[in-house]
């Protein structure tokens, strides 16, 4: 047992500990290193007092140690003024001597890294009811990144019973509680495994240590009345939906990467990646009008984002390890793509009406797919269509051409005012986010984010900026096109060509 761990378990019978006001709080390194810092000038305080006061010292030695040596009448007497400066440099000496000794011994003790990112936000010893099914710590991660748990443990103060996290990562911004019964380990719940209460009812303290056994944080058990923990919320305007089962299960995680319209991937609490679909819609099949916007759509709803999965109890079997209802921030996904029009009700889940009654109200709106007008093959939610079906264009929702090259500017031998001109002769927004426009030569331009609306003309100059054209340059101090003869070429975010055109 280390030093500080030695500390803080007899500082416990402190009546601040009780409290819950540690005399020995965790400081962050610039604060312990400060404490090192008074620690050494109070060390420099010291010896230097007891070079100026070497006199008084070595009569004190004498007259506590060596009594038989020391007479009174070797004090030399002291005017008024000298009192003074011996008095305020016994005041000096012990004070550097405290300072060396104390907020040293503090510094060397306190771990290394302890502004920590992760608190124990709750310790429930003695909970209303069955003592074993209501205890429980949990563990809160306050900052935004990832906290590998693994090797981690977690100790009452008697430290008869530990445990010890094993491949388990706490996700950003996110919580995961302990719980001293025994029951299946998920990404938001563990469990001691224990048939007995292990936390004193009277008082007690969890102390969480890293897999280098340094104190990490302390709390002692909750007082008066507790709730059990919290459950991951939902936005305001849809925790009260009826057709969302209020003891739902849920867990959150952070989406990794998206795999079409309605697919995603999430990496859960525990670092496993998991694959979720969207329960309750179908969205646009690849190859079909509109496919390619409708997993922009899911892409900027969800890519990076911590969301919620909430289970439905009326779906089982193996769907039930994928299909999700999933919430991020202040947005229900399903909800928000049938609503766009770029999803359809399909299956059979609790929510179900509602959402077809959100379809009807997208399509009476025009919305999306209802109001695209664009010719598709059979059900474009279920129904692939056979290659080279779609004959003037594979991918027909990208209709964005290339109208125009004023390739010889009239502005001086850099040419700034040189410009591509594209047109979106589609019937839907396009996000060009990631698309690009080159030459032969290889002088790149890549689009902002920016939605190209139908009928929306935008031209993209060498080196002049014009709002009323959409505002896209390359930036360039020397010309771009060639005068003789040259080839665009646009390319949408996945590389494959939209548009080119060449002259000469």
């Given at each position: 047992?280390?030093?500080?761990?030695?500390?803080?378990l007899?500082?416990?019978?402190?009546?601040g500990i009780?409290e819950?006001?540690?005399?020995?709080?965790?400081?962050?390194?610039?604060?312990?290193?400060?404490?090192?810092?008074?620690?050494?000038?109070?060390?420099?305080?010291?010896?230097?007092?007891t070079?100026?006061l070497k006199?008084?010292i070595?009569?004190l030695?004498?007259?506590f140690?060596?009594?038989?040596?020391?007479?009174?009448?070797?004090?030399?007497?002291?005017?008024r003024?000298?009192?003074?400066?011996?008095?305020?440099?016994?005041?000096?000496?012990?004070l550097?001597?405290?300072a060396?000794v104390?907020?040293?011994?503090y510094a060397a003790?306190?771990?290394s890294?302890t502004?920590?990112?992760?608190?124990?936000?709750?310790?429930?010893?003695?909970?209303?009811g069955d003592d074993?099914?209501?205890?429980?710590?949990?563990l809160?991660?306050l900052?935004?990144?990832?906290?590998d748990?693994?090797?981690?443990?977690?100790c009452?103060?008697?430290?008869n019973?530990?445990y010890?996290?094993?491949?388990?990562?706490?996700?950003?911004n996110?919580?995961?509680?302990?719980?001293?019964?025994?029951?299946?380990?998920?990404?938001?719940?563990?469990?001691?495994?224990?048939?007995?209460?292990?936390?004193?009812?009277?008082?007690?303290t969890?102390?969480?240590?890293?897999?280098?056994?340094?104190?990490?944080?302390?709390?002692?058990?909750?007082k008066?009345?507790v709730s059990?923990?919290p459950?991951?919320?939902?936005?305001?305007?849809?925790?009260?939906?009826?057709?969302?089962?209020?003891?739902?299960p849920?867990e959150?995680?952070?989406?990794?990467?998206?795999?079409?319209?309605?697919?995603?991937?999430v990496?859960?609490?525990?670092?496993?990646?998991?694959?979720?679909q969207?329960?309750?819609?179908?969205t646009?099949?690849?190859?079909?009008?509109?496919?390619?916007?409708?997993?922009?759509?899911?892409?900027?709803?969800?890519?990076g984002?911590?969301?919620?999965?909430?289970?439905?109890p009326?779906?089982?079997?193996?769907?039930?390890?994928?299909?999700?209802?999933?919430f991020?921030?202040d947005?229900?996904v399903?909800h928000?793509l049938?609503?766009?029009g770029?999803?359809?009700p399909?299956?059979?889940?609790s929510?179900?009406?509602?959402f077809i009654?959100?379809?009807?109200?997208a399509?009476?709106?025009?919305s999306?797919f209802?109001?695209s007008g664009?010719e598709?093959y059979?059900?474009?939610?279920?129904?692939?269509?056979?290659?080279?079906?779609?004959?003037?264009?594979?991918?027909?929702?990208?209709?964005?051409?290339?109208?125009?090259i004023?390739?010889n500017?009239?502005?001086?031998?850099?040419?700034?005012?040189?410009?591509?001109?594209?047109k979106?002769?589609?019937?839907?927004?396009?996000?060009?986010?990631?698309?690009?426009?080159?030459?032969?030569s290889?002088?790149e331009?890549?689009?902002?984010?920016?939605?190209?609306?139908p009928?929306?003309?935008c031209?993209i100059?060498?080196?002049?900026y014009?709002?009323?054209?959409?505002?896209?340059?390359?930036?360039?101090?020397?010309?771009?096109w060639?005068n003789?003869?040259d080839?665009?070429?646009?390319?949408?975010?996945?590389g494959?060509?939209?548009?080119?055109?060449?002259?000469?």
């Open positions: 047992m280390d030093l500080y761990r030695a500390i803080v007899h500082s416990h019978r402190w009546k009780r819950g006001r540690s005399m020995l709080e965790p400081i962050c390194d610039s604060s312990r290193l400060l404490l090192g810092a008074l620690a050494a000038l109070g060390g420099i305080i010291f010896a230097s007092m070079g100026v006199d008084d070595k009569n030695v004498r007259r140690f060596q009594p038989a040596n020391w007479k009174e009448s070797d004090m030399v007497p002291l005017t003024r000298q009192r003074i400066s011996k008095f305020f440099g016994w005041i000096l000496l012990v550097g001597f405290s060396t104390f907020l040293g011994s003790a306190v771990p890294r502004c920590v990112d992760i608190v124990i936000s709750a310790l429930v010893c003695n909970p209303p074993i099914d209501g205890e429980y710590v949990t809160q991660n900052s935004g990144k990832k906290i748990l693994t090797g981690w443990t977690l009452d103060y008697q430290n019973h530990c010890e996290f094993g491949d388990f990562t706490l996700q950003p996110s919580s995961v509680t302990l719980w001293t019964k025994a029951g299946m380990n998920t990404n938001t719940d563990l469990y001691f495994g224990k048939s007995q209460p292990i936390w004193n009812n009277k008082e007690d969890a102390y969480l240590h890293d897999i280098k056994d340094q104190l990490i944080y302390q709390l002692p058990c909750s008066g009345n059990p923990p459950t991951p919320t939902l936005p305001p305007d849809y925790d009260d939906l009826d057709c969302i089962p209020r003891d739902a849920r959150t995680g952070q989406v990794v990467d998206v795999i079409d319209g309605r697919t995603i991937e990496e859960r609490n525990d670092g496993l990646i998991v694959r979720v969207y329960l309750g819609i179908a646009i099949v690849k190859g079909q009008p509109l496919y390619k916007r409708s997993v922009e759509i899911n892409r900027e709803l969800v890519l984002k911590i969301v919620t999965l909430v289970a439905d009326k779906v089982t079997g193996e769907d039930a390890l994928l299909l999700r209802y999933v991020v921030e947005t229900f399903n928000a049938v609503s766009s770029y999803a359809a399909d299956g059979d889940c929510c179900i009406d509602d009654n959100m379809y009807m109200a399509c009476e709106r025009d999306g209802c109001g664009v598709v059979g059900n474009p939610f279920s129904d692939t269509p056979p290659p080279g079906f779609f004959k003037d264009d594979e991918d027909v929702d990208n209709k964005v051409v290339i109208v125009d004023f390739y500017g009239e502005k001086g031998p850099q040419e700034p005012d040189e410009y591509v001109e594209i979106n002769e589609g019937a839907v927004t396009i996000q060009l986010e990631g698309w690009s426009l080159s030459d032969k290889g002088h331009f890549i689009f902002p984010q920016y939605l190209m609306e009928g929306r003309i031209r100059y060498t080196n002049e014009h709002p009323e054209w959409c505002g896209f340059s390359y930036e360039s101090s020397q010309a771009i060639g003789g003869q080839c665009a070429t646009l390319r949408d975010m996945d494959q060509i939209v548009a080119q055109s060449c002259y000469e």
